[in-house]
């Protein structure tokens, strides 16, 4: 099938979604299917700019800025982003290209548009895959009332939904947001496990044994440190570990609470934690390696369910999950039902600690804990059975 994928991130960024769709797009190539992938740009000269990365044809196109910017000039700039991109999509070679359907990924909620316009003219059908339940998230995490703000975000989410023919939701507690959805609609939800292919083994800048955590067991949390992901109680449980020399922190990425959490870690003189900037998606595999536990922090306040791709990670890699989330996740369902770590979900210090120690126990009695891991990964996680899932939805059949 002929596809186009809307984004708005993709590589050379290295966030858990650029490297989501990066291997999803090689998948779409290694089953036979022409992808184009069509991106927003701020920072290119022209109209449109298009390349081709692995088999995959990415169409970069002129659109407001949208990222590391504040608030409000972001919303002004993904409200515009749909349009100015139809637009200089009408000014490149591919003004008249036709396909057999349409994918698009959120976040952002502000897709739609672009997608309609493009499901209108190749008569095709359109698949949302969600990952980013926006703004319902915001609303429990208390960002957020259900004042005019929310109701501008929900209209245009809302709208996003009504254009798709199926919606992929990440987990089946994620159902639930879209039942008004489903009773207005002809469409389908079906529940798309978020992916991950293999990646490069390149070997990681980061060498724990050069650090002052050399022959330490260590703890790694390795993405984005925003509001989202509640990571005080890391330090904290990093804290409340100082007692054990042999336990070591490392926290590898960039995001809004970076510089905060670097502050609280100094003030409280925690040298069992180190800080990196982020790395290269494929050096990756080989930092877990010298680790041996991956943590997931998700703040209390969600109400949704997430399956963080970096908890894929962990998985690929072998290395069992310490995690910290909202009751009644799926996410803790999951890790307790096939064994691969600790799960709490009383955002209590004291309770984190516990299953800490606990799971560096497991580390060192279970062997078969890491294969687990794996076998989990393999069974649920792979990008083919993804792309097979997709293409069937689009499918006229």
Known sequence: MRIVLIADTFPPLRNSGAVQLRDLSREFVRQGHELTVLLPAADIDDSWVIERIDGVQVVRLKAPKTKDINYVSRTIGEFLMPYAMRRNLSKSPLAAQKWDGVVWYAPSIFHGPLANSLKKRSSCKGYLIIRDIFPEWAVDMGLMGRGLPYQFFNSIAQYQYSVADVIGVQTPGNRSY????????????????????????????????????????????????????????????????????????????????????????????????????????????????????????????????????????????????????????????????????????????????????TLLEQVHSDPNLSSRCINLFDREFSVKSSVQQIIKALSHE
């Open 178 to 357: 879209f039942d008004s959805w489903l009773k207005k609609s002809d469409g389908k939800l079906e529940v798309l496990q978020n992916w991950l292919g293999k990646p490069a083994a390149d070997k990681c800048v980061i060498r724990l044994n050069e650090t002052s955590l050399a022959g330490r067991k260590v703890f790694v949390y390795a993405g984005n440190m925003g509001v989202a992901q509640g990571m005080d109680i890391v330090l904290q449980l990093a804290e409340k570990m100082l007692v054990r020399p042999d336990v070591g922190f490392v926290l590898v990425g960039r995001g809004s609470e970076v510089q905060r959490l670097k502050t609280y870690a100094q003030e409280r003189s925690l040298s069992n934690v180190l800080f990196f900037d982020e790395i290269d998606p494929d050096q990756i595999p080989d930092l877990y390696a010298q680790c041996s536990v991956g943590i997931v922090a998700l703040d209390p306040r969600h109400k949704s369910h997430n399956i963080p791709g970096k908890f894929l990670t962990y998985m690929q890699s072998g290395l069992p999950v310490l995690a910290n989330v909202n009751a009644g996740n799926d996410l803790s369902t999951l890790i307790l039902n096939e064994k691969v770590g600790q799960v709490c979900e009383s955002n209590q210090v004291n309770d984190l600690l516990e299953l800490a120690n």
